[in-house]
């Protein structure tokens, strides 16, 4: 059989970097077949889509040795919508797609609105784009792209933006159109569950961007399992298991390691209940304002000193526009936030940074050097601290967040996995006594995410209280101290993770993906329940 697309031999470097991304790699794609591309964070997996879709060299600039076959109609959803609109509203940037297919302007209208509704959109067509929540621009660009009827698909991410409902929305909406249009799809995800079970190929990276496995999805995780763990790479919870096999079988492995584990967090849960703190940021009657939407009326927060607190909620239900409050980057409209007992207005911005630090969802608003060196001395360079101390500090956490062969690079030059680190390494140059996390593991593989978190448990445990926005109920299962779940303009939750989770009403109720131990133990019940 022909190759719909294929690529022989390929390397490529970025002008910048003296090494490749890619190195040696062979593949060949049949049309209509599914294929992941897995590897860990920095292993070339965006640069290959990128090749295979005619970006690169044509419009990012690389040298690229070896043979390409391309087909001419592609579309591709990157990991930051923002960097593919080119329009103000949604309507418009839709229309745009559909324009370059030469669909006319009185049809655009009625395929506008089937393709908002396809992904979820549920928004106004004339809404402007900077006002959207990530989730929705992510919904945003899968319309744009699926106005285009591409040949290929390529997803860099598709979901990464998305609530837990939302990803498994995505997921299954791409599947079936998968199949009822015998569509060819190339996929790169961290998140594995819900889209592994239904491609025809795993292709798999190793640090160096060379291919070391190419095949069906069971035998690559049966085969590279321990390979994949070395690397870091994020592997399925369930698959290649049955998962009604496993709340069958209570002597299953993982069966078994489900109730351990929530037994372990019960066994957290209740000694974290008993702790009573100081607290170190509260609310009155605050409103979550973005622009000019009014997202949540009478927010009343306590939080204590020295904790981890998740806060967690549908796309657009106010969780990045909190943090943003609380560092003043939306002006607080009504209602009051204390610091400290301190009104934050009386705070100077100084005085308030040296308190708390911010790490964007966006990492690269907040670069401004030319080398990923300079961006993390650039605050203790700003506080004049000595050369030497600068040094030291920099070069530990560029070993830290394994950056150290990036040094001298430009942080826009970074894979996504990379800036976010690099954010993150920014703030913790400093011994802030509050650091507020707008998704801080997002687009990072499993080694570097669990590093990343292991630093800020060592931060914790000094002292510093960690607020953290995230999409990752296992994350929040593993630290959160408290959670503040957000729905739809109110706040509805307070409480300890385990709570939560444990809690049927609510978690049916606000449509939460749990972790696997909790729906372990309620599916177990019930099985237990029918054989009597």
């Not at 998305?162 to 079936?176: C, I, K, N, S, T």
């Not at 996390?437 to 800020?456: C, M, N, S, V, Y």
């Amino acid at each position: 059989m022909d190759s719909f697309l294929a690529c022989s031999n390929l390397t490529v470097r970025f002008y910048e970097q003296p090494n490749p991304v890619l190195h040696q790699v062979s593949l060949s794609i049949q049309k209509g077949e599914k294929v992941l591309i897995l590897g860990p964070s920095g292993s070339g997996k965006s640069t290959l889509i990128s090749v295979l879709a005619g970006i690169i060299p044509e419009h990012m600039e690389a040298d690229v040795q070896g043979e390409v076959m391309l087909q001419r109609h592609t579309g591709v959803m990157f990991q930051d919508p923002d960097a593919q609109f080119c329009m103000h509203r949604v309507n418009e940037e839709i229309a745009f797609s559909l324009e370059n297919r030469s669909v006319p302007r009185e049809e655009m209208d009625d395929i506008i609105q089937h393709l908002m509704q396809k992904v979820q959109l549920d928004v106004a067509p004339n809404r402007d784009i900077h006002t959207l929540s990530g989730g929705m621009k992510q919904r945003l660009a899968l319309a744009c792209l699926l106005a285009l009827e591409p040949d290929v698909l390529f997803f860099d991410e598709p979901t990464a933006q998305l609530d837990p409902a939302g990803r498994m929305e995505v997921f299954q909406l791409l599947q079936q159109l998968s199949v009822d249009q015998d569509q060819t799809m190339i996929f790169v995800e961290h998140v594995l569950d819900g889209v592994i079970e239904w491609m025809d190929r795993v292709i798999l990276l190793d640090h160096q961007g060379r291919i070391i496995a190419d095949g069906l999805p069971k035998d690559v995780m049966k085969a590279f399992g321990e390979e994949m763990k070395e690397a870091g790479i994020w592997r399925p919870k369930i698959f290649p298991e049955k998962w009604s096999t496993v709340v069958q079988d209570p002597f299953h492995p993982l069966s078994q390691t489900l109730m351990q584990t929530f037994e372990a967090r019960k066994e957290r849960h209740e000694k974290v209940s008993s702790i009573d703190g100081e607290t170190i940021l509260r609310t009155e009657h605050l409103q979550l304002s973005y622009g000019k939407k009014r997202i949540i009326d009478d927010l009343q927060l306590d939080i204590k000193a020295g904790d981890w607190v998740a806060i967690i909620g549908e796309n657009g239900s106010g969780k990045s526009t909190f943090l943003k409050h609380v560092i003043r980057l939306e002006p607080l409209k009504k209602g009051h936030i204390f610091l400290k007992e301190k009104h934050l207005k009386k705070w100077s911005d100084r005085s308030l940074y040296e308190e708390a630090g911010f790490v964007f969802q966006n990492p690269e608003l907040q670069f401004i050097q030319d080398t990923v060196f300079d961006e993390i001395a650039f605050g203790g360079r700003q506080r004049n601290w000595p050369e030497s101390v600068v040094q030291e500090k920099t070069n530990q956490l560029l070993v830290e967040f394994g950056l150290e062969k990036h040094a001298n690079a430009h942080p826009f030059t970074l894979s996504l996995g990379q800036k976010r680190r690099l954010s993150v390494a920014t703030m913790l140059l400093f011994d802030q006594d509050v650091l507020l996390l707008d998704e801080p593991t997002f687009g990072q593989d499993e080694k570097t995410a669990k590093e990343l978190i292991r630093r800020l448990k060592e931060r914790q445990r000094q002292g510093t209280t960690i607020i953290m926005v995230t999409h990752d109920m296992e994350l929040v299962d593993a630290c959160a101290d408290q959670v503040l779940l957000f729905h739809q303009g109110e706040h509805v939750y307070d409480g300890t993770p385990f709570d939560l989770f444990s809690n049927q009403e609510l978690v049916n109720g606000y449509q939460l993906r749990v972790p696997l131990h909790y729906r372990y133990v309620v599916e177990r019940k019930e099985v237990l329940t029918l054989a009597k």
